[in-house]
């Protein structure tokens, strides 16, 4: 039965799975509930393996392979199939998506063992699994959107897992509101797309597109809409808000979901959408600057935080601005590329910050720790090694696809010096706040009591997903490796057939020529190659004489730019000027005009005005039987006067 | 031979009908009232006679004897009950009438 | 000639002035008789209409059985006379003027109808006989006869059984 004819299977294993557990888990013992949900997501991910193989087998004409199973909707010219497709992008995605995410099931078993509600984080887990694949197979834009919003759902539904906690709950509220903000955005330009090309099928809309027959502006406004979308989703300047908040929800979540794949959406959609982005080069600058802003801006507030997990997240908001910055200056593949990496490293992070997390008891404040290497020595490794692979330290994962991108911003068609000195100055930041992480949390004296406090390795289910995944973020990069001596990134080639079947003519084949030109400018952009490297060894040294050589260095550098640190301490009041801008006024509006003016004014004075009314005259009417016999009289006549008037009326018209 | 116009009888009734109809609206007294009605009927008498002079029928006199004799009957009627009426409430003022007050 | 218009005249304001004086009399028994001033002038212009049986029931039947009925009600109760109260603004501004407007209009009307004015000034030559009307009310009005008999027994029952002093 070959998985490429019924790929609705892969949706519907860990659909199954949320399903049952959510149905039955209830009164399971949690051994049931695991076998389920790890066996749902398992299968699939044997199911896309088996995928990969017959994908290997297929012709390059039948590529994108598309299964479409039946009309959804039909109104009028819009017709909505429900497609999936599979392509080079569709099984890398594939991959990263259900491998990480089984072995984050497999985590999970450990993480959530002590925590109530057990079947029902799996469901979510699972229904969180059963969106994502739609999403990463959708053939279509609806479809595609289908899984958009199921993803967000689940997001808000995992965050506030522990919805009795106020915070989380809050959570939750505000990670669905701000992604649907950027969703409005995507909606309008599906609409878009769709009144510009009469369909949202991918493979329509790329042919009209390669046609060369449609306006420029039209493309760059529904890419900077499409891409509005991805600002929310991916947690991007000025919709990121979210997503350090969302660190409310349990750790395996925060990996799988605000790590490794639902923020990663962003990325894959500006990557699937590329024929239409790279036909507007100012759609492409804005996914590019906002890419490198954010990066650069979210680096700086993870310089200070002191909660493990806040400065993961705000290492993913920078991470995930690389990605849009690799899409934006062209390289979509270099882009995916960390998008892989980074789901091996930074779902390494998340889950091994979760292992030192669950040895310290729940303590997430890494100013309360210190000196945990010797008692638990697997997650620190592995979290090392996860962040020499963030750094940017050659040999590891993320070396390869970082510096692939920093090389696109400086030397590729849409070079930009100034993202790529932004990326750059990231970089630098990142490694020096990621070893900040380490150091804190594994080396010098420990900060806590150790009588309160019992610090343990956590069991191995665990404990094997941080070492495979360790393993990934070292040799997972090594596709691209032979790039560095002169061969080829097999990466790049793998994913070659989806940016260049509809991609534009290139226009400045000169830039290539000149490359091998030998003039002063291009000596200088050659020689800065390496230095992401630099940076990235800058970072370590800082951090290690910050952190370990000087303790007090950090207290006395806060000191002394005390409102600095201070700034970036409370990142950048932005929460606070968002509220003081957006929620306040919105919660007045909602308050007063809405609820009091329109809701009890308007809909409530109708009705009761009506009854009202019904009211009032009746009562009037009710002085007619006053029991006064006169006044009866009276109307007799009236009515008598009336009824002979009318006669006399019909009389004259008949008569005459 | 009358000579003087059927209208001219008709013009009367109208009258003699329509300060009728003032009475029974104006009046309190319930026997007034009454009295008033009679008016009424007799001047609607006067115009059946008056028609069936002009159209030279008995019909209308036939009509006026029935309606005398009905006349007769209803204030034989309605003078029992404004008797009962005054022997319950020692006022035979209209307005005080009112029981069918909703 | 001219005597018709006599009669007619007199009989005429006669009726509307009895009529008038049952609305303005205060006491019960001035408009009793007030109507019996207007039934027996009624009963002339009957006459001069030509039709002296229904003259003649009206002076019996309607004048000399239901007024002195009505008048002997009246002095059996004892009634005191009307207190004059104010009539409601309704009644004095509007009612006076629409009773007037009805009256004026319903006259107008009745005089310049074609029917009136067909009818010109009565054509017959002698009154009606008696012995016309009787064949009339037994032979075509048989049934409404018989049944007015049974009315007049039914409201004779009524009056009587209403009429008793309870026990």
């Known amino acids: 039965m070959p998985i490429l004819d019924h790929l609705w299977i892969i949706l519907a294993l860990p659909l199954a799975g949320a399903a049952i557990n959510g149905l039955f888990g209830k009164r399971w013992p949690q051994s049931a509930v695991n076998s389920v949900a790890v066996g749902s997501v398992t299968l699939a991910f044997l199911a896309v393996a088996e995928l990969v193989r017959e994908f290997t087998l297929l012709a390059p004409d039948q590529i994108p392979y598309v299964d479409r199973y039946f009309t959804w909707m039909v109104a009028g010219p819009f017709k909505v199939d429900f497609s999936l497709q599979v392509d080079q992008l569709t099984v890398v995605m594939l991959l990263t998506v259900s491998f990480v995410g089984m072995l984050i099931h497999i985590y999970s078993t450990g993480y959530m063992a002590h925590e109530g509600g057990y079947y029902r984080f799996f469901s979510y887990l699972n229904l969180f699994m059963f969106f994502m694949l739609t999403l990463v197979m959708a053939a ?117 979901i605000h790590a490794a794949t639902m923020v990663t959406a962003g990325v894959y959609m500006v990557a699937r959408m590329n024929p239409l982005f790279s036909r507007a080069p100012i759609a492409m600058l804005v996914v590019a600057i906002v890419g490198a802003v954010t990066a650069f801006y979210s680096a700086t507030i993870g310089l200070v935080q002191t909660d493990i997990k806040k400065v993961l997240a705000y290492s993913t908001v920078s991470q995930l601005g690389y990605m849009f910055l690799a899409c934006g200056v062209g390289s979509y593949a270099a882009g995916i ?68 991108i920093l090389e696109a911003a ?21 490694s020096f706040y990621m070893f900040r992480l380490v150091f804190l949390t594994f080396f010098g004296k420990s900060r806590y009591d150790e009588h309160h406090v019992h610090v343990h390795e956590s069991p191995k289910n665990m404990t094997i997903p941080l070492v495979i995944l360790a393993l990934l973020s070292i040799f997972g990069g090594w596709f691209a490796a032979p790039k560095l001596i002169g061969g080829i990134d097999y990466f790049e080639r793998f994913l070659a057939p989806v940016f260049s079947m509809y991609a534009p003519p290139m226009a400045e084949p000169a830039h290539v020529l000149a490359e091998s030109a030998a003039n002063p400018g291009m000596e200088l952009l050659k020689a800065l190659t390496g230095v992401p490297v630099i940076v990235a060894v800058l970072g370590l040294l800082v951090a290690w004489w910050f952190y370990i050589k000087n303790p007090n260095a950090p207290k006395r550098l806060a000191q002394s730019v005390h409102s600095l640190y201070l700034l970036l301490l409370n990142k950048y009041y932005v929460d606070e000027i968002y509220a003081a801008l957006f929620v306040r006024p919105l919660l007045w509006i909602s308050t007063n005009v809405l609820w009091h003016g329109i809701d009890e004014g308007v809909i409530d004075g109708v009705v009761n005005g009506s009854a009202r009314v019904a009211r009032a005259s009746g009562g009037q009417l009710r002085g007619l039987q006053s029991g006064n016999t006169r006044s009866y009289a009276s109307w007799v006549l009236i009515g008598a006067i009336g009824f002979s008037v009318l006669l006399i009326a019909l009389y004259v018209k008949v008569v005459h | 031979m009358s000579v003087i116009p059927v209208s001219w009888y008709l013009v009367l ?90 | 000639m001219i005597l018709p218009l006599i009669i007619f005249s007199l009989c005429a304001l ?5 009529a008038v004086a049952l609305i303005l009399s205060r006491e019960p028994i001035h408009s009793a008789l007030a109507l019996i001033l207007v039934m027996v002038s009624l009963a002339v212009l009957y006459l001069l209409l030509g039709a002296p049986f229904v003259a003649a029931v009206q002076i019996i039947v309607y004048a000399g059985a239901v007024m002195v009925l009505f008048v002997f009600v009246i002095m059996l109760l ?38 009136a004015s067909a009818m010109g000034t009565g054509a017959a030559m002698e009154p009606s006989s008696t012995r016309e009307l009787s064949k009339q009310l037994f032979r075509q009005y048989l049934f409404p006869f018989e049944a007015t008999s049974i009315l007049i027994l039914i409201a004779l029952l009524g009056a009587l059984v209403m009429a008793k002093k309870e026990e």
């Open chain 1, 140 to 256: 279509n834009l609806i479809v595609m959107f289908v899984g958009w919003e199921g993803v967000g759902l689940c997001s808000y539904l995992l965050i506030g897992f522990w919805f009795l906690k106020k915070s989380a709950a809050d959570a939750g509220k505000k990670a669905f509101i701000t992604t649907r903000i950027g969703d409005f955005g995507f909606t309008v330009g599906v609409l878009l797309v769709f009144a510009t090309f009469g369909s949202i099928d991918f493979g329509t809309i790329f042919k009209a597109v390669a046609a060369n027959t449609i306006s420029e502006v039209t493309l760059t406004t529904i890419c900077v809409l499409l891409f509005t979308g991805a600002i929310g989703k991916s947690a991007q300047l000025p919709l990121y808000v979210w997503l350090p908040d969302a660190m409310e929800g349990p750790t395996p979540v925060s990996a799988l």
């Open chain 3, 14 to 18: 006669l009726a509307v002035g009895g």
């Open chain 1, 410 to 430: 400086k030397s590729g068609p849409n070079a930009n010096l100034i993202l790529w000195l932004l990326g750059v100055a990231g970089a630098a930041l990142t």
């Open chain 2, 13 to 102: 009734s109208a009258i003699l009908f329509g300060l009728g109809v003032v009475a029974f609206v104006f009046k309190r007294n319930v026997i007034t009232i009454f009295m008033s009605i009679e008016l009424m009927l007799n001047a609607v008498n006067l115009a059946f006679v008056a028609f069936a002079r002009a159209h030279n029928q008995l019909d209308g006199l036939v009509f006026v004897f029935f309606v005398i004799v009905v006349a007769a009957a209803e204030a034989a009627v309605g003078l029992a009950i404004v008797i009962m009426l005054a022997q319950h409430r020692q006022s035979l003022s209209v307005e005080r009438e009112n029981l069918l007050k909703f």
């Open chain 1, 337 to 404: 590329f960390h998008l892989m990496t980074h789901a091996f490293f930074k779902g390494l992070l998340f889950l091994a910050a979760g292992s030192v997390i669950h040895a310290m008891g729940g303590e997430q404040d890494m100013m309360k720790m210190g000196g945990l290497r010797s008692k638990i020595p697997v997650t620190y490794w592995t979290m090392f090694i996860a962040t020499l692979a963030i750094a940017g330290i050659p040999g590891f994962s993320g070396f390869f696809s970082k510096d692939e």
């Open chain 3, 78 to 115: 004892n009634m005191e006379a009307e207190e004059r109260t104010d009539f409601s603004k309704i009644a004095k501004f509007v009612g006076v003027p629409l009773g007037l407007v009805l009256i004026v209009w319903a006259a107008y009307w009745l005089a310049h109808s074609p029917a």
